[in-house]
């Protein structure tokens, strides 16, 4: 298992770059530490997946060193990196019987025939394919398949990092869950680091304990799903994570706090301060619609809004408000109703209401 | 206004794609075809768009028996799954081409290409060609030129599943935006339960080339006709259960014994199944007739907002989602409650024959 | 890409089938009618049944060349696949590197049959031609025009140096379609360069080895023009192949009734060899 | 698959092999008939355009590239013409004796052209298209149509049938759709067939010879006509042999992106 490192890592595919607009992965420095199942979350073409490929050493990066344990490995190519990899599309011998294929990388590194067959077994138990052990590849569903393009990783002991590329495209959407499952239950058992590329969130984070959220060639967060939800750290991130993303309001600032349209909103001391020191004039505020409550009752805490539209999506819905001439969009449950152009009080918890300046998250200085 | 498809089927080289289907789309209704792959839903949009000829059946559009008429004589227009564009004409020439077929005055193709193209957002992108686009680009500019003809019947085949998540969540909320006033008959396939739930309108669910229920999407998620048409409108898919119904009190699966509750006593005697929706289940009781259930936790997946917990005893499995994180070690003890409540019943042929009272406002 | 069972189809397809039955069964109707009749001169000719068949079986000269075709159609093929996989592994696989790699090999394929003929008539004569001169300097008497065996290799050295060109392509696309993904998995299963070949390469190469195979085998196995024009057969009739012979016979001798015979039974070889390869291509094509 | 610097040097090898008859023919051509047979040299002492001079001037040597050329673009075309609906039709539908016909074409691109050479010479003989370009580029239709069929139907595979649904459903006839919308996606295909067809014809020589006398002789003919006769002026025919390796070379150019497909038949 080894730990991965990026120093000062970028890279571009035009031989000169000049402006940020070239790199498709900007001046960044990242850790994977060992044995940690991590996935690289963003939309397409923000290159998650030319970082997949720097990883395992099928793209050289053009600035910044990679680095397995310690050890530089920028030179070193993939079959010395020591990596596996699960393509978006399953790869397998065609001509081999699943056997084969699961044999074929022990084979190649001159593994002793007993200890390859049992090591085959192994994990043909753990992947619950030993039963078409000895059936063509080419005959497999392409679940099965990629089952067994990710059993040639985990066959060799030495492994030192599994990486998936979109590994779930091709596969029918109820067998989605299934083979997600089968991700998880492997990691834990075999203690692996792997790094998950997708641009869906919840396969982002029902796979991974930290995910590396993506933007325009940067890491622009990398943290717990909860750290995601709950604390997002660029604006991006709030748009992002979750479904609907969190509302972001542009906000002036004004006496006591920040305002927008005709609705005043208090801030923390400290926020203030902070306000005070940073001349931006880019400050946005925001709160995800799972944390906006409905106040039965009016206080100077809550703001009147105006019903918009009512989204039913069975467990719960999604009611889409107007305030100060801006949308907010509020989470509540199955039960909830009322009429459009019905007018309900909406409370925003301080905890929850988060402060952005120039796109990234003001935080107070302890935590 | 209205299309209708009459006992249609469609058989090819002795396999089903469509089993006597019967259907009723109203103009300016948005209707979902849920179903899983392979489950017949590209196979009946060919059908109502002209593409295949049934083998028994009829497709009325107004009234009119279309069965026979040839696509291009047909108003209607369809989105594909993989971005179909002409890629040798430009962006505009793709939307205007339509409208050119049909001979329009070239002032009034121009505006309305242009009002199309602003309404799908690629307003700037009219000179490029297709290829040069991203995947969502290429997918309004189909849409843009299935909108432009004002086609009595629209047809989309899974058109965001090569999309991003994020994407295909923008593109589906302007789909709703843009098919509000439409008086055209809006059909959508799709295989995500979500989608059909967000996209609003009528569902109607199909396996195996049958249909299995139709009608506005509420009354079917609501009030599933058998286990089946349950399993297929919730993701994770609905928790069912065996029980066994006394005159005294319900057994689950010949394990768990509680007593009937007011709700149940309605129940004849006898094998039922036993539907509850994984967000139902609570780790905390709720009301007093909640039945309690101890089991281990097999899985449990956080995803940021929620989390999916696999619990298990010795006979059955569930799967519960619960709001926020909750973290549990594998092979934990954990307490779950049902709210009776929130129970479906289906007899033992799997028919429904109770639906959660307090949920729907009142008797089914 | 599930066809739709439409017999309309045929109007697209009457053209074709009009032009190529005009050019192929008209003509073949009359060796058909020669190959029944004894013709003397135009309104003289009475039905002889399978008389000349049954005589151009037993004709000598007739069987020796063919036995000489297939023996020359095997050595083609022994050693132009394998030489045009070979070439094709060593291909730049894109860029233009690549095309201008493709356009040099494709050249040979370019010139006129009688060309080729006359570039090695001239290239391997001893006194003119760089090989005969080169081979003459290293001791070794060499003249096609004389000795069999050198007028034998001198042939299918001039059909290696046209033809596996042709092989080398069609392998170079059938390698080209191979995506780049199985190359990464193999360097990742740290494959050595016979496993990629063995697993990943020549799978994939099998439905267009079998095309080469079927061009190569058909193409050698009527060959004229070349070897005609640098041996004109000879010495002797060590170098004469099946189509000089049929031609000599119906055009040179006006010997129609045997060489219609002669033809149809050729005709029958050809039709049935790439009846064989037809129904292994729509095999490996349905397999793909 | 990287680029080895062996793999470099092993083609580049093969590369000179093979050119090298082909540099000797050059070579040849750019000598006078006395240098010729004076020698054995590996580059022309005196250089001399004597021998292309001959060619350009004889109407006897350049009619031969003209008559060539003629019958050559008159197949491609018929070709091409007559091969499109036909590949069209076999890309998209399945109709009765599809395969049967499908290998029927097959059987005639492998018909040996010697088997058909009297037949031939009497059929157009009979229909007085005896040494006329019409003749020949008909002649070479027998192998020529199947194998543009073959490469076409591999191109138009590429194509998705969604292509041709939406145009229909936008409103477009089928005449108007193959010809506005399909064909120019695949271009790339009807290069590559173009070329194939040119290449086949132009490298035909028994049928071509067969079929003409005076009028329509193509090069092929006049230069194995030549062998016969006295002495063989080498040095004129190194260079009529060079002039037809030209237009090959051109029309390749041309089609070198997509070629590598076409040699596949499409089948890739």
Excluded at chain 2, 83 to 102: G, Q
Excluded at chain 2, 114 to 131: C, F, G, N, W
């Amino acid at each position: 298992m080894a730990e991965i490192q990026l120093k000062a890592l970028a890279h571009s595919y035009i031989a000169n770059p000049v402006g940020p607009d070239d790199y498709a992965i900007r001046q960044l420095d990242h850790i994977w530490h060992k044995g940690g199942a991590y996935a690289l979350l963003g939309p397409s073409g923000c290159g998650k997946s030319t970082m997949l490929n720097i990883i395992s050493g099928l793209v050289q990066p053009s600035e910044g060193e990679v680095l397995f344990d310690g050890k530089r490995v920028n030179e070193l190519s993939p079959r010395d990196r020591n990596i596996a990899q699960v393509f978006q599309f399953p790869v397998i011998y065609d001509s081999m019987t699943v056997y084969e294929n699961l044999a074929f990388p022990l084979k190649n590194n001159k593994v002793p025939a007993a200890k390859i067959k049992a090591r085959v077994q192994e994990i043909a138990e753990v992947l619950e394919i030993e039963d078409k052990l000895h059936k063509k590849a080419k005959n497999l569903t392409a679940d099965e398949k990629q089952k067994v393009s990710m059993g040639r990783g985990l066959v060799r002991e030495d492994v030192s990092a599994i990486l998936f590329d979109e590994p779930l495209t091709v596969i029918d959407p109820q067998l989605k869950w299934k083979l997600r499952r089968k991700l998880k239950q492997i990691h834990e058992q075999f203690d692996i680091t792997m790094v998950y590329v997708t641009h869906d969130q919840l396969e982002a984070s029902t796979f991974a304990d930290k995910i590396a959220v993506m933007y325009d060639g940067q890491i622009v967060q990398f943290g717990s799903p909860t750290e995601l939800f709950e604390a997002p750290n660029h604006t991006f991130v709030g748009y992002f994570i979750g479904s609907p993303g969190m509302n972001i309001v542009e906000v002036e600032r004004c006496s006591g706090g920040v305002r927008f349209g005709s609705i005043v909103l208090p801030l923390e001391a400290w926020q203030l301060e902070l306000l005070e020191r940073i001349k931006s004039r880019n400050v946005k505020v925001g709160i995800r619609p799972e944390f906006i409550e409905i106040s039965p009752v009016v206080s100077d805490e809550t703001y009147a809004a105006e019903v918009l539209d009512i989204e039913d999506l069975g467990t719960y819905k999604i009611v889409t408000t107007q305030l100060g001439g801006q949308e907010m969009k509020v989470r509540q449950n199955e039960e909830f109703d009322a009429t459009i152009g019905a007018r309900i009080d909406l409370l925003f918890p301080k905890q929850w209401l988060l402060l952005y300046v120039d796109e990234f998250l003001v935080q107070e200085k302890q935590p | 206004m209205s299309l209708t498809l009459e006992n249609l089927s469609r058989t090819v080289d002795g396999i089903d794609y469509v089993r006597d289907a019967n259907l009723t789309f109203e103009a300016g209704s948005f209707n979902v075809l849920l179903g899983r792959t392979l489950a017949g839903k590209t196979s009946m949009m060919r059908l109502m768009a002209g593409l295949d000829k049934p083998t028994e059946g009829r497709v009325l559009h107004r009234g009119e028996d279309v069965t026979g008429q040839s696509v291009q004589r047909r108003n209607i227009s369809m989105i594909y799954q993989q971005f179909i564009n002409y890629p040798t004409l430009t962006v505009y020439e793709n939307i205007a081409s339509p409208l050119r077929l049909a001979k329009m005055a070239k002032s009034e193709i121009d505006r309305r290409v242009k009002e199309t193209a602003s309404m799908l957002q690629i307003e700037p992108l009219l000179k490029r060609y297709p290829l040069e686009l991203s995947g969502g680009q290429q997918q309004r500019t189909a849409m843009a030129r299935a909108l432009v003809k004002d086609a009595t019947l629209v047809l989309f085949d899974e058109p965001l599943v090569n999309l991003d998540y994020k994407l295909r969540e923008e593109l589906r909320a302007e789909l709703r935006e843009l098919f509000r006033e439409r008086q055209c008959i809006a059909v959508y396939a799709t295989t995500e339960a979500n989608e059909a739930l967000a996209l609003g309108g009528t569902t109607t669910l199909l396996h195996e080339g049958r249909v299995v229920q139709t009608g506005p999407v509420m009354d079917v998620y609501r009030a599933p006709t058998n286990t089946l048409a349950a399993q297929l409108f919730s993701e994770p898919p609905m928790n069912m259960i065996r029980g066994r119904v006394t005159s005294t009190e319900v057994t689950f699966d010949e394990y768990s014994h509680h007593a009937l509750t007011q709700e149940l006593e309605k129940l004849t005697p006898g094998d039922y199944w036993f539907g509850i929706r994984p967000s139902h289940i609570s780790l905390v009781p709720t009301n007093d007739d909640d039945l309690e259930m101890s089991m281990e936790v097999a899985l449990s997946e956080i995803s940021g907002s929620e989390t999916f917990m696999h619990v298990e005893n010795s006979h059955f499995e569930m799967v519960m989602q619960l709001m926020g994180v909750h973290q549990y070690h594998t092979g934990a003890p954990v307490k779950v409650y049902l709210p009776v409540n929130k129970l479906f019943v289906f007899d033992s042929s799997e028919q429904l024959v109770h639906t959660p009272s307090r949920v729907s406002g009142g008797a089914l | 890409m599930n066809k739709i069972p439409d017999n309309r189809a045929w109007w697209l397809v009457l053209p074709v089938f009009l032009l190529v039955a005009f050019s192929a069964l008209i003509p073949l109707m009359t060796v058909v009618n020669y190959s029944v009749q004894d013709i003397f001169g135009p309104g003289q000719a009475y039905y002889v049944g399978t008389e000349w068949f049954k005589e151009v079986l037993a004709d000598e000269r007739l069987r020796d060349s063919l036995v000489r075709q297939f023996v020359f159609s095997g050595f083609v093929l022994l050693i132009q696949i394998p030489l045009g996989i070979g070439v094709a592994l060593m291909m730049p696989r894109s860029g233009i590197k690549g095309s201008l790699c493709l356009i040099l090999i494709a050249i040979p394929l370019l010139i006129p049959w009688n060309v080729v003929g006359t570039i090695w008539q001239i290239f391997a004569r001893g006194d003119i031609g760089l090989f005969g001169w080169g081979i003459n300097q290293l001791g070794i008497d060499y003249n096609y025009t004389g000795d069999t065996l050198d007028a034998w290799l001198t042939v299918l050295l001039m059909d290696v140096w046209h033809w596996t060109p042709l092989v080398a392509l069609l392998c170079y696309s059938g390698l080209r379609a191979i995506p780049e993904a199985f190359y990464q998995a193999a360097e990742i299963d740290r494959a050595s360069k016979w496993a990629v070949f063995r697993y990943i390469q020549l799978p994939r190469l099998k439905s267009v080895l079998i095309i080469a195979v079927l061009l190569r085998f058909m193409d050698s196995f009527m060959i004229y023009i070349e070897p005609f024009v640098l041996t004109g057969g000879g010495p002797g009739s060590s170098t004469t192949f099946l189509s000089q012979t049929l031609t000599t016979m119906a055009i040179g001798q006006f010997d129609l009734g045997r060489a219609a015979a002669f033809s149809l039974i050729y005709f029958l070889i050809v039709l049935l060899i790439s009846w064989l390869f037809f129904t292994a291509i729509t095999h490996a094509d349905k397999e793909k | 698959m990287r680029q080895t610097r062996s793999k470099n040097i092993g083609i580049t090898i093969y590369i000179l092999l093979l050119l090298t008859p082909v540099y000797w023919l050059l070579n040849m051509s750019f000598k006078t008939s006395r240098e010729i047979l004076g020698g054995l040299t590996l580059w022309p002492q005196n250089f001399t355009f004597d021998n292309y001079v001959v060619i350009f001037t004889d109407p006897s040597w350049y009619n031969g590239y003209l008559n060539s050329m003629a019958y050559v673009s008159i197949n491609v075309v018929i070709t091409l013409l007559v091969a499109l609906p036909a590949a069209y039709a076999f890309s998209r539908y399945k109709f009765l004796g599809d395969k049967h016909l499908f290998f029927w074409l097959l059987s005639n691109r492998m018909a040996p052209p010697a088997v058909f050479l009297l037949p031939f010479f009497q059929l157009y003989s009979s229909i007085g298209l005896f040494d006329t370009h019409i003749a020949v580029a008909l002649a070479h239709c027998l192998f020529n149509v199947p194998l543009a069929v073959w490469i076409l139907e591999g191109f138009m595979k590429g194509v998705p049938r969604e292509y041709d649904e939406m145009a229909y459903i936008d409103g477009y006839s089928f005449p108007r759709f193959f010809i506005k919308v399909f064909l120019p996606m695949i271009r790339s295909g009807i290069g590559v067939t173009a070329f194939f067809a040119f290449m086949f014809s132009w490298v035909e020589l028994l049928l071509a010879r067969t079929l003409t006398a005076v009028d329509a002789q193509p090069i092929g003919a006049i230069m194995t006509r030549t062998i016969g006769a006295s002495g063989i002026d080498w040095g004129v025919l190194a260079a009529a042999g060079v002039l037809t390796i030209i237009p090959g070379l051109l029309v390749i150019w041309f089609v070198r992106n997509h070629v590598a497909k076409g040699f596949a038949l499409g089948r890739v």
